[in-house]
Nanobody, 127 residues
Framework: QVQLVESGGGLVQAGGSLRLSCAAS????????MAWFHQAPGKEREFVAG????????YYADSVKGRFTISRDKAKNTVYLQMNSLKPEDTAVYYC????????????????????WGQGTQVTISS
């Protein structure tokens, strides 16, 4: 059974940085896409960044390009989201998600249904 456990959220001031981690377990993820989504109060959940586990290809939402970096450590089965230059509008619950990769490229892969989700971690940016 796949488990995704996020950590690293917290409260920081605007302009600061946070690094989120997602520890994945329950299977090998060689043919998976891992992604981060966020959901702000009263809003729908949105794609933030994704990475193809095998080849490391990445994709970002326009709102975070140049500020966020997604990466994975295969040995630790962990996905990271390095968030820099944080803004109040980045405030949200951040979720790690995974889905099998069966072909295709970004950005289409970003909008596929994701099969597995973590419990979420709160990120709050104060102005």
């Amino acid at each position: 059974q796949v488990q995704l456990v996020e950590s690293g959220g917290g409260l920081v001031q605007a302009g600061g940085s946070l690094r989120l981690s997602c520890a994945a377990s329950g299977r090998t993820f060689n043919n998976y896409v891992m992604a981060w989504f966020h959901q702000a109060p009263g809003k729908e959940r949105e794609f933030v960044a994704g990475i193809m586990w095998n080849i490391g290809s990445t994709y970002y939402a326009d709102s975070v390009k140049g500020r966020f970096t997604i990466s994975r450590d295969k040995a630790k089965n962990t996905v990271y989201l390095q968030m820099n230059s944080l803004k109040p509008e980045d405030t949200a619950v951040y979720y790690c998600a995974a889905t099998q990769y069966d072909g295709g490229s970004w950005p289409a892969v970003a909008s596929r249904p994701y099969d597995y989700w973590g419990q979420g971690t709160q990120v709050t940016i104060s102005s």
